[in-house]
């Protein structure tokens, strides 16, 4: 499949998009964008400069990925939700050269209208809830909801609740697809079982 681009979007010359995209109504992309293969981009989604986007990333509805964030492969982004890039902003003092990074790594789910605060790193396969507030870095498969974030959990890589403590050691299977995981030192991962 080709990439598809909707005549009422933006996509500025110099913008890199992999195969396959499809970019939807009123999607605006900046010259600077670095983008994968197999994205989408729901309506009135904005992409700036210094943004780097992977593979197969699902950037949902009136998301602004601004300058400074990097979404890793598999990154989902559910409606609305919000991306910053200055700590303290303040309309009379510039502070672009004051941008904080955000990266979010593989597999990582951000959901509807939560907020993560510029500087920090979402890790692979979390899990944020929608409306959460993210002000600090989030392990890999944690399950985060509240304002602020809070752990409350773990998911899966299929985006299934664990049955694991928060903290400690533990072990547990996926419910839906079986998969190992083990938590050590209050560490989750996925145990490479043989095939």
Partial sequence: MATT???SAIVDAGAVLGADCRVWHFV???AGARIGARCSFGQNVYVGDDVRIGDDVKIQNNVSVYDAVTLEDQVFCGPSMVFTNVYNPRAAVPRKSEYR???VRRGATLGANCTVVCGTTIGAFAFVGAGAVVNRDVPDFALMVGVPARQVGWMS?????LNLPLSGDGAARCPATGERYQLRGGVCSRVEEPA
Avoid at 157 to 161: I, Q
């Fill in 28 to 30: 605006h992309i900046s």
């Fill in 101 to 103: 990074r955000t990266l």
């Fill in 5 to 7: 681009i909707h005549p």
């Fill in 157 to 161: 890589r299929h985006g299934e609740r």
